[in-house]
Nanobody, 124 residues
Framework: QVQLVESGGGLVQGGGSLRLSCTAS????????MGWFRQPPGKEREFVAT????????AYAESVKGRFTIFRDNAKNTVYLQMNSLKPEDTAVYFC?????????????????WGQGTQVTVSS
């Protein structure tokens, strides 16, 4: 079992920045690739970013490419999502997930463990 706890969400003005954190416990962190997903109000969950076990491979949704950065610190069992140039359409509950070590997976059903989510609200 892996437990994931997200933090760092909040209210920010458009154009601002936030950094989300997701800390894992329970099993060896480097066994897992990690992903960030989000669920906007009234919409389905969508892929945001993914990173492999070592941090050497990342991938992003087109809507966030160039604005968001996923990275991990394996010594701290933590994956991060740095979000810059935020837009109102980035408003959502953000979830981290743990899945296959190779990462590069944008489909939620391929992830085994999920956090409880953290709310990000971007005002216009």
């Amino acid at each position: 079992q892996v437990q994931l706890v997200e933090s760092g969400g909040g209210l920010v003005q458009g154009g601002g920045s936030l950094r989300l954190s997701c800390t894992a416990s329970g099993r060896t962190f480097t066994m897992y690739g990690m992903g960030w997903f989000r669920q906007p109000p009234g919409k389905e969950r969508e892929f945001v970013a993914t990173i492999n076990w070592s941090g050497g491979t990342t991938a992003y949704a087109e809507s966030v490419k160039g604005r968001f950065t996923i990275f991990r610190d394996n010594a701290k069992n933590t994956v991060y999502l740095q979000m810059n140039s935020l837009k109102p359409e980035d408003t959502a509950v953000y979830f981290c997930a743990a899945g296959p070590a190779g990462g590069f997976i944008s489909t939620g059903r391929n992830y085994d463990y999920w956090g409880q989510g953290t709310q990000v609200t971007v005002s216009s």
